[in-house]
C-alpha cells in the first residue's frame, strides 16, 4: 500500500500483473521495488 502511494494504485498493479506473468517470485524477507522518477516528474513511462 505504501508504494501504491507513491508510484500510484494503477501502475504498481500494472507492474505487479507483469511480475506475476513473468513468474516471479516474492517472499516476505525479499521483495523489493525499484522507483524512478521521469524526466517530467510524472513517474509515467
Request: charged share 20%; hydrophobic share 35%; net charge neutral.
Amino acid at each position: 500500500m505504501l508504494v501504491a502511494a507513491f508510484a500510484g494504485l494503477e501502475r504498481m498493479t500494472a507492474a505487479s500483473d507483469h511480475a506475476k506473468r513473468q513468474g516471479y517470485r516474492f517472499y516476505s524477507y525479499g521483495d523489493a521495488c525499484w522507483l524512478e522518477r521521469t524526466p517530467d516528474g510524472t513517474g509515467g513511462g
